[in-house]
Nanobody
Framework: VQLVESGGGLVQPGGSLRLSCVVS????????VSWYRQAPGKEREWVAS????????YYTDSVKGRFTISRDNAKQTAYLQMNRLKSRDTAVYSC???????????WGQGTQVTVSS
């Protein structure tokens, strides 16, 4: 199982980025997908999730109205569209899928997002 995130980078406050998470070796459509982030010196924080079947989405309060999570099951890819970025969004962003049968989570290596002028 491999998860590969991309799309991070340096952006000015108020800017946008779109992160991608490509999943291989795993039946993507059987799992919800979540994005997490970890800022330097802080605990990892849940950001957003999308369910496997009906595509319901959930967000932490600090990103509601600014971030949008989506998925393309045919491409085995999840996305995180981030708009109106703030300096406090600076972190390493990682995606996660779950194998409910094995009770195991799979994570990507993360992509760095830096919001700075």
């Amino acid at each position: 199982v491999q998860l590969v995130e991309s799309g991070g980078g340096l952006v000015q406050p108020g800017g946008s980025l779109r992160l991608s998470c490509v999943v291989s070796g795993f039946p993507f459509n059987t799992s919800s997908v979540s994005w997490y982030r970890q800022a330097p010196g802080k605990e990892r924080e849940w950001v957003a999730s999308i369910t496997r079947s009906n595509g319901h989405t959930y967000y932490t309060d600090s990103v509601k109205g600014r971030f949008t999570i989506s998925r393309d099951n045919a491409k085995q890819t999840a996305y995180l569209q981030m708009n109106r970025l703030k300096s406090r969004d600076t972190a390493v962003y990682s995606c996660k899928v779950q194998d409910l049968g094995l009770g195991r989570d799979y994570w990507g290596q993360g992509t760095q997002v830096t919001v700075s002028s």
